[in-house]
């Protein structure tokens, strides 16, 4: 068995091996409630990282008690994103013209508290050969996909032959141009990253990787190895981050994280706002907050680790970029903008009345562009 497969059989799945938690008889039996509704996963890497109850970790991947209250909620659903109505064939969701996001398993190296597929995360028989053998025929029957992303579950818990027979697959799809992997495992469990599993990888180019990191903390010696080497072997690395009440929800937090994933290689590329997830609700945050980050981060820091901010928008409608308003007016002749310091600067349009905005009254343009700053 190899180490990270050792690390795994060895995970925190019952509430009684769980860390830091009261040590009382009658929580723990509700914990007992929140575990059949929710799985728990802790790899033994991942536990030796968890410091303290308090800690940035620890939050995302214990279970409390909170998870239950949202079970009333009409706001709060199982599927935020209605991903099921997006599906022409079990686990593969088609949302936009020319990519599909392909779920190639549904195990994960930690069980997040926060998973916005809660609904079929650690529970067994969701992907099976038959829907992977649908989902990859759904993509050769469809010429218009060029992107596909592997997700899950966690895509690095298949076994190698496997992953290297599917990979193979896509890859003998003529008009598929790039393959994605959305991963947590080089943060969570990184002795995954074998030289065995690379060699298998960088046969598969162009082949890009967005892993899933929270905070700085998560960047440990073995953590920023395992990048490395994937960032060796040529594969572009991304990074998507959730915003997390109590975890990463404040700007100097962000920052360093940002700074540490540019440091490895790894280009910021999404913060998401949390989705509105039964169970999840504990560790969502405002938008007000998110965008206050965001305002922290521009011009503060390099721009290449400034990521983009963004909603999926509940009910399906994707991913909807959001930036702290830098815009004060908006006319034929001019747009007047702030920068990062809140200094106003003042752009004269060169082709005044010509431009896009040609055709609307200067009056309903400054009702549509004047917004609060
Ligand atoms: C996020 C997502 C994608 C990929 O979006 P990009 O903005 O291209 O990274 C594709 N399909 C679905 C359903 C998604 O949720």
């Known amino acids: 068995m190899e180490l ?88 593969l969701v088609h949302r936009y013209p020319d990519r599909v996001l392909l779920m190639i398993n549904n195990q994960c190296p930690i069980v997040c508290r926060f998973c916005t597929r809660k609904r079929k995360i650690g529970f067994p028989g969701i992907v099976t050969r038959e829907t992977l053998r649908q989902g990859i025929q759904y993509i050769r029957d469809h010429s218009e996909i060029r992107d596909v992303i592997m997700s899950g579950g966690d895509p690095l818990l298949v076994p190698d032959k496997e992953l290297d027979r599917i990979l193979s697959e896509l890859r003998s799809i003529p008009h598929l141009e790039i393959i994605r992997i959305g991963t947590r495992v080089p943060g969570t469990l990184p ?4 030289e065995n599993l690379c060699n298998i990888l960088k046969k598969y ?16 010696p073995e953590v920023e190895k395992a990048c490395s080497k994937l ?3 040529g594969i572009p690395l991304g990074s998507q981050t959730v915003l997390l009440k109590g975890v990463n929800d404040d ?26 997830t039964e169970g999840t609700d504990h560790l969502r945050t405002s938008v007000q907050k998110g965008l206050e980050i965001m305002k922290d981060l521009m011009g503060y820091t390099s721009g290449m680790a400034v990521p983009y901010y963004v909603i999926d928008a509940p009910g399906g409608g994707g991913k909807v970029r959001l930036l702290p308003n830098n815009v004060v007016e908006h006319t034929n002749d001019e747009v007047i903008i702030t920068n990062y310091e809140g200094k106003v600067f003042r752009y004269s349009q060169s082709d005044r009345g010509n431009g896009s905005l040609k055709g609307s009254s200067q009056e309903s343009l ?4 004047r917004l609060p700053v």
């Open 4 to 91: 990270w497969q050792k690390q795994l059989s060895q995970s925190v799945v019952k509430v009684k091996d769980l860390p830091f938690i009261p040590d009382s008889e009658e929580y723990r039996n509700k914990l007992e409630e929140v575990r059949e509704n929710y799985p728990i996963r802790i790899n033994s890497y991942f536990l030796e990282q968890i410091k303290s109850p308090d800690d940035p970790l620890w939050k995302q991947v214990v279970p409390t008690l909170a998870e239950l209250d949202d079970f009333d909620s009409e706001e709060l659903i199982t599927d935020p994103l209605n991903e099921e109505v997006d599906m022409p064939v079990p686990e």
């Open 191 to 194: 002795a995954r990253i074998t």
């Open 205 to 220: 180019h162009p082949l890009y990787f967005n892993i899933h990191f929270n905070h700085p903390a998560e960047l440990t």
């Open 231 to 233: 960032a060796d072997i």
């Open 251 to 276: 700007s100097e937090t962000m920052k360093e994280l940002m700074q540490k994933l540019l440091k490895n290689r790894i280009k910021p590329y999404y913060i998401y706002q949390a989705d509105m």
């Open 366 to 369: 400054k009702d549509i562009c």
